[in-house]
């Protein structure tokens, strides 16, 4: 099993930002630690993101953190996320820049979650 701790961290240090700003509002929702459970603006670009917390405009993105976990380390992609509820993303706008973010890949689970 895998989850994200800090997603503000874990999103500054992702290895695969896109070359342009992408800026965008993500709501995470998380149970557990209560940091996670918040709405933020988040920049991202090549060489890092920018995270802003408490922004009040309107939403982009909505996922589980649980599903944000997956999607980091790649055991689902954005396709799969989408179809089964568990990111749900204002006008489509963001699909192709979050499909090249979080490209699926092989990972060695023996019990996937």
């Keep these: 099993m895998v989850r ?3 997603v503000g961290t874990a999103l500054e240090y992702f290895p695969r ?3 342009q700003s992408i800026p ?3 709501r995470v929702e998380a ?3 209560a940091e996670n459970a918040h709405v933020c603006r988040i920049d991202v670009q090549r060489g ?3 995270i802003q917390r408490g922004s009040p405009a309107p939403l982009d993105l909505n996922v589980g953190i649980s599903m944000l976990s997956q999607l980091y380390v790649g055991v689902h992609s954005v396709d799969t996320a989408k179809r089964a509820g568990d990111i749900v993303s204002r ?3 963001l699909r192709e820049p ?3 973010m979080f490209l699926p890949q092989h990972v060695a689970l023996r ?3």
Excluded: Q
């Design 24 to 26: 965008f509002m993500m």
């Design 111 to 113: 019990a996937y979650f």
């Design 4 to 6: 994200i701790v800090d």
């Design 17 to 19: 930002l896109p070359e």
């Design 98 to 100: 979050l499909k090249k």
């Design 31 to 33: 149970p557990l630690p």
């Design 48 to 50: 890092g993101a920018t």
């Design 91 to 93: 006008g489509g706008v």
